[in-house]
């Protein structure tokens, strides 16, 4: 990831997401500038445990992080059930994963 100029995670189990606040801030000080973050955060939507609309709000506090830090940043929020399918994670196969 070091001269990656793009990065994409996919948080199988996203919470709320503060998990990423720190890596957000960490690559806001990379030599060379930040690269593109994209977040994308599965929420189970049958599990105990699910968000239901809170994925919304997961992505807005993680996009005014990246904004404070000057990162570039896009969430992607995906409420699944069952087997995940790689076209609901709206993967844009140039960029890295994580």
């Known amino acids: 990831m070091e ?22 801030q960490a690559l806001s000080r990379r030599p060379g500038g930040a690269p ?7 929420d189970d939507a049958q599990s105990a ?7 919304d709000l997961v992505g807005q506090r993680l996009a005014q992080v990246a904004k404070s830090c000057g990162v570039p940043f ?11 399918q790689l076209e609901n994670l709206q993967v844009r196969h140039e960029r890295h994963w994580l």
């Open 3 to 24: 001269n990656e100029n793009r990065i994409h995670v996919i948080d199988f189990q996203i919470a709320q997401g503060s998990q990423w606040v720190s890596f957000i």
């Open 36 to 42: 593109y973050i994209r977040i994308t955060g599965i």
């Open 49 to 55: 445990h699910a968000r239901g609309g809170g994925l």
């Open 74 to 84: 896009e969430f992607h929020g995906a409420a699944m059930s069952g087997d995940v």
